[in-house]
């Protein structure tokens, strides 16, 4: 599904109290009945004009077959409210060029009403998966949390919750800067993912840098469970301002962590099974694109719990769980994440072209998944993943100024 922002500007307030008023019925309802809606918005003059308003645009949709009049809210809705929240809050000023396009997400440029470039990273878990969940009806109808809208916003919650923590531990993440329904604003790097990297001038000192993120990640009690070269941005520093000074041999490689909605715990029922496939996806990489192999064979999963709070370091899956991301919420996440095939692993088939859209759009339109939608303003939130190689310099963003509504 594309983000087109261009009829923000023009919805009204009324338009907006329609539009939050579906989300709200959402919670209880599949399908939001029309005078349900009337009810919520709490507008004298009636809500047909403005569900007519909203319908062309796809932010609402009509349910085929539906038992009775009534609507729910689409990912575009969803879309709307997110960056609406952000407009009040001030994150969010313009959206710029989309920089990344995964199964599981979109990534855009936005900035701030200083022009502060930043990342819009939008969830859209199972999107891909969308013939499989209608497949499955029945796990959704039986499990009231399956709504594939309901899962996003889970997703991003858990992904800033987790970089938040990672960040104040000192972990290279982005930095987290708000987070609302299924998105996250977080700081633009300027980077290049590792997967783009032709070469590197110490293959080695890099390979080891990553096996001991992924070994300090167990330290404080945590599995990325995505560590691969899809997930590694890396970032070009130099000892020395002097041009003269700036060459390959005198380049600073720094790996950027992101990308952390399938991260576990150490006492995950499969953490071994996590662990070591966090780490072979990095061994084969080295080995295929910078022909390195270590000498070492580990490390081990049983060499990695032997770390497990040394120095005192705090247990971060503990924390993260007592701070908001409970534990139900995160087994119904993962759940759902195995129920439409998410398992990560760096798959180059991440990663899909417009081709497919256009049909996602189509399904959207048709699918009857229920919808749990949290009303309430979301803190502030984060992640960073730029999909291409882009700098902060070359990126050009189309000034959509929002239009402020009382």
């Known amino acids: 599904m594309r983000l087109d922002t261009k009829a923000m500007r023009y919805l009204s307030a009324e338009d907006w109290r329609t539009l939050t008023a579906v989300e709200t019925g959402s919670r209880n309802h599949e399908v939001v009945p029309t005078p349900l809606i009337a009810q919520i918005s709490g507008l004298r003059g009636g809500v047909h004009k403005n ?43 313009s959206v710029g060029n989309q920089i990344g396009v995964g199964k599981e997400s979109d990534i855009f440029v936005v900035a701030d009403e ?37 899962m996003s916003r889970l997703a991003a919650l858990k992904e800033f919750t987790f970089m938040k923590a990672l960040r104040e531990n000192g972990f290279p993440v982005p930095e987290p ?35 001991s993120m992924i070994l300090r990640l167990a330290q ?9 070269e899809f997930n590694i941005l890396i970032k070009e520093e130099y000892n020395s301002e002097d041009p003269k000074d700036q060459q390959p041999e005198n380049v600073i490689l720094t790996p950027i962590l992101i990308d952390f909605p399938q991260m576990v715990s150490v006492d995950h029922a499969n953490a071994e099974y996590y662990f070591d496939r966090d780490v072979n996806c990095i061994k084969r990489f080295f080995q295929r ?69 256009d049909e996602d759009e189509e399904d959207d339109e048709d699918e009857d998944g229920e919808d749990k939608v949290d009303v309430e303003e979301e803190a502030d939130g984060d992640d960073m993943q730029a999909h291409n190689q882009i700098s902060a310099a070359e990126i050009s963003l189309s000034t959509l100024q929002i239009k402020d509504q009382t």
């Open 51 to 93: 569900i007519s308003a909203l319908a062309k645009i796809g932010l609402i949709a009509r349910l085929k077959n539906a038992k009775y009049d009534g609507y729910r809210l689409t990912y575009g809705g969803l879309d709307y409210l997110s960056l609406n929240t952000y407009r009040k809050r001030k994150d969010v000023y």
């Open 114 to 150: 200083k022009g502060v470039q930043r990342v819009l990273k939008i969830h859209r878990l199972g999107r891909i998966s969308f013939r499989t969940v209608k497949a499955n009806r029945d796990y959704l109808r039986h499990r009231p949390a399956g709504s594939w809208m309901y």
């Open 177 to 211: 800067l708000a987070q609302s329904r299924h998105t996250i604003v977080m700081s633009l790097i300027d980077a290049f993912p590792m997967r783009q990297v032709a070469s590197v001038p110490d293959p080695a000192g890099l390979y080891a840098e990553l096996i």
């Open 220 to 228: 404080y009690g945590l599995i990325h469970g995505d560590f691969n």
């Open 289 to 357: 694109r910078f022909q390195f192999t270590s000498d070492e064979k580990g490390p081990s999963f049983a060499e990695a719990r032997k770390l497990i709070g040394k120095g005192g370091n705090p247990r971060l899956d503990v924390a993260v769980a007592a701070s908001g991301f409970s534990k139900k919420m995160a087994k119904d996440l993962e759940s759902y994440m195995k129920e439409v095939g998410v398992d990560g692993d760096g798959d180059p088939d991440a990663a899909r072209g417009d081709e497919d859209e």
